[in-house]
C-alpha cells in the first residue's frame, strides 16, 4: 500500500486532500506538527513516504509584499527541502503552486511551458518553489498550479460572497480579471487521481474547466442561493487597490491532462453548483 504524507494538513486543502485520501495510509502533519524550512524535520517526516503531497504554502499574498523573506521560506525553501528528502528516500512529491507565476497579462490560456513573469513577491516565492523541485527531484514530481480555490475548510471569496449576500442589498466585485474557480474537493481528487495514474512526471494546471471574471463568479454564488445576481454590480480593479497586483488574466491552459490520459477537472459552474448545494461552502 502507497505511504502518504500530507504537509499542509489543516488548511483548507490539506483537509480535502485527506478526505479523498480516506482508506489509504496516511500522515497527516499540519504547520503546527512540521516546519517544512526545518531540514532535520523534513528528512524525519518524509523517510517513511512514497508520495509526499505539500500543501503548506505561505498564501497571504499581500502581506508577502513586504515579508517576502518569510514568504520565500515556506514556499520556495521548504519546497526544496521536501524535494531533497524525496529524492534521498525514492519518494514523489506532489508539489502546489499557483497561477501567479505568470504576468497575467495574456489573452488566451497559458500552457505549461509559457515563460514565468510572476509581478509580485508571492508569485516570485512560489517560482522559486517550482524550480527547487525541479532541480532536486527531476524526475518523481508533479507540480500542479491552481487558482482561485474555495472550499469547506477555509476562508474564501465563495464563502464572503455567500455571507454578503445575507448581509446587503448588493455588493461590488471586480469584473476585469480572468480566472478558474476551482473546488478544492475536486482539486483533493484529480491529485490523488495523478498519483495513482503514476502519470508523467512535470507540471500540470489543476483548474477547473471554463473561466469567468471575479464579478461572474459572485453572480452565480447569488444565483445558486436562489437570490438576484443583479444585486452584484461590476466593478474594475481600480476601486479595489490591493498591496500585490492580480493578474488581469490567468486562464491556465490544461491539455497536459489529456497527454496524461486523465480528465481534467469538470466546469467551474458545475462544482460550484454541487459545493453550494451540499453546504460545503456557504454554512447553509
Known sequence: MTRWLVTGAGGMLGRDVLTALEGADVTALARADL???????????????????NC????????????????????AVGPQLLARACAATGARLVQISTDYVFAGDATTPYPVDAPAAPRSAYGRTKVAGEWAVRAELPHGHWILRTAWLYGAHGPSFVRTM????????????????????????????????????????????ACASGQTSWHGLAAEVF??????????????????????????????????????????????????????????????
Open 223 to 284: 444565483t445558486r442561493l436562489g437570490a438576484d445576481p443583479a444585486r452584484v454590480r461590476p466593478t474594475t480593479s481600480a476601486a479595489f487597490v490591493r498591496p500585490a497586483p492580480r493578474p488581469a488574466f490567468s486562464v491556465l491552459d490544461l491539455t497536459a491532462w489529456d497527454k496524461a490520459g486523465l480528465a481534467p477537472m469538470r466546469d467551474w459552474r458545475e462544482a460550484l453548483r454541487e459545493a453550494v448545494a451540499t453546504g460545503d461552502v456557504t454554512g447553509r
Open 162 to 205: 455567500a455571507r454578503l449576500e445575507a448581509e446587503r442589498e448588493s455588493v461590488d466585485v471586480v469584473d476585469d480579471q480572468q480566472g478558474q474557480p476551482t473546488w478544492t474537493r475536486d482539486l483533493a481528487e484529480r491529485i490523488v487521481a495523478l498519483v495513482e495514474a503514476d502519470a508523467p512526471a512535470g507540471t500540470y494546471h
Open 35 to 53: 516546519d517544512i524550512t526545518d531540514p532535520v524535520a523534513v528528512q524525519a517526516a518524509v523517510a517513511a513516504s512514497d508520495v509526499v503531497v
Open 56 to 75: 503548506a504554502a505561505w498564501t497571504a499574498v499581500d502581506d508577502a509584499e513586504t515579508q517576502e523573506g518569510a514568504a520565500f521560506a515556506v514556499n
